[in-house]
């Protein structure tokens, strides 16, 4: 799987947009982008993929560079319960099934 | 509701024990993982199985062995337990595909004393 890269830590206040970012300067044409986020003391949940598009859904938006190169996860208005881990990973459509994280961004959320 | 079901919260075992960690779905996934997560090195894959009695390991694979008799049920073994196994494991399914989501059970931390 190609590499992607976070910052380590990020801090929001609440009620505020978070923009997460990643890079995959390696990103293959049949690379999805996945984020996933992980709440203290639980298993990672999926949040979000996408290809090329912009992406929608109820937890967060997805917004995919024109190249590809690099993405980022936006959280509309971050809440306390948005603290966690997240995760950006990348799923090649064709080869293989191993599903390999990085080591995420940790997101502060401050009241 | 999709589920992943890990048979244990917490676990203790003494040194040298055999350790079964079990692992339960019931989305019918044909892909199903084992990964364990230490503060500082997030979470790294052990093995991993892509149908029923086919595995691949992952990126530490050493100490551990699986097992994938039925379709829905993915069995992580310490075959003899050690202290540097001490950890949080956490397991996965997926259907096949890039596209698709993976979902994860609630871990087990392992303690070997």
């Known amino acids: 799987d190609a590499k992607t890269t976070q910052p380590n830590s990020m801090e929001s206040n609440e009620e505020e947009p978070v923009h997460l970012p990643c890079n995959h300067s390696t990103i293959s044409g049949t690379d999805y982008i996945h984020w996933y986020r992980q709440l203290p003391s639980q298993g990672p949940e999926y949040v979000i993929h996408g290809l090329t598009s912009n992406v929608n859904n109820r937890m967060a938006s997805l917004a995919i560079a024109e190249d590809r190169k690099s993405s980022t996860l936006i959280l509309h208005r971050a809440t306390l319960r948005d603290a966690a881990v997240y995760y950006c990973i990348l799923r090649d459509y064709n080869a293989g099934n191993m599903l390999t994280f990085g080591g995420g961004t940790r997101l502060m959320v401050k009241p | 509701d999709v589920k992943v079901t890990q048979s244990s919260r917490y676990l203790v075992k003494r040194t040298g024990e055999k350790v079964f960690l079990e692992c339960v779905q019931d989305m019918d996934h044909e892909n199903m993982f084992w990964y364990r997560q230490d503060p500082g090195l997030g979470l790294r894959l052990i093995y991993f199985s892509y149908d029923v009695k086919m595995k691949e390991k992952g990126d530490i694979p050493e100490g551990y062995s699986v097992s994938r008799e039925k379709k829905e049920r993915f069995s992580l073994i310490l075959e003899s337990a050690s202290t540097n196994q001490t950890s949080m494991y956490l397991c996965?399914?997926?259907?096949?595909?890039?596209?698709?989501?993976?979902?994860f059970g609630q871990g087990t931390r392992l303690t070997v004393v």
């Open positions: 996965a399914s997926r259907q096949g595909g890039g596209s698709t989501e993976a979902f």
